[in-house]
């Protein structure tokens, strides 16, 4: 008998459950196609890679659970459910663009405090010597399907407005939904200004 999958009960994991069915990626360059379900079951497998935050409170975030985690990945359906992976663990993302200078790349990290990077193999050997001077847990990314870079490839997704329901999310054999707070950090953007060193701004779920 095949595990449930373990889920947040997110409003954005409410709606993939509830259209799983849905085509959510199509890579252009190769024809690869994932449904929501799709994504999700590989963003579990992968989730559990990274392993479950600790302490997670069900209210929102605190000092002691915020955990950065780095994504590097190619613009296709990797980068989706590696995203997806990070979010499941109950982690905040990272995303690491792979045109970044070494030296900028070095910073995100450093100054997030990221201790993962969830990184597709295709994109290590540019990193390697990132690597070598952090103390840093390096994840592979591995999704079927994944092989060409694709600017075109990522999902489609419109939340429904009227879904306003809170805890438990739709009713789903194959579903274990456990509790996340939407004001739980979500992701951490680094946007470079004129002058000066990027700034990290930290998103939560409600944002």
């Known amino acids: 008998m095949e595990r ?8 954005l994991f409410r709606q993939l459950v509830k259209h799983g069915h849905r085509t959510a990626i199509v890579t252009s360059q190769t024809g ?57 663990a109950g982690a905040a993302v990272v995303p690491i663009h792979s045109r970044n200078p070494p030296a900028e790349t070095e910073y995100i990290l450093r100054d997030a405090g990221c201790q993962q990077i969830l990184l597709h193999p295709e994109l290590r050997p540019a990193l390697e010597p990132v690597l070598r001077g952090l103390d840093i847990e390096v994840v592979n990314l591995l999704v079927e399907g994944s092989s060409v870079p694709d600017a075109n490839a990522l999902p489609s997704y419109t939340a429904d407005e009227n879904d306003d329901t809170v805890g438990p999310g739709p009713a789903d054999p194959d ?3 456990f509790d996340m707070s939407e ?20 998103k939560t779920h409600a944002q």
Do not use: N
């Not at 004001?183 to 930290?202: N, Q």
């Open 4 to 11: 449930k999958l373990s889920v947040p009960s997110l409003r």
């Open 183 to 202: 004001s739980t950090d979500a992701m951490v953007v680094y946007t470079s200004g004129t002058t000066g060193r990027p700034k990290g701004v930290v």
């Open 32 to 88: 690869y196609s994932m449904t929501y379900r799709e994504v999700i079951r590989e963003a579990t497998r992968v989730s559990t890679l990274l392993g479950r935050t600790k302490g997670l409170l069900s209210s929102s975030s605190t000092p002691s659970t915020f955990r950065p985690i780095a994504l590097l990945a190619p613009r296709d359906h990797s980068f989706c459910v590696g995203h997806m992976a990070v979010l499941q």
């Open 175 to 177: 579903v274990e939904w």
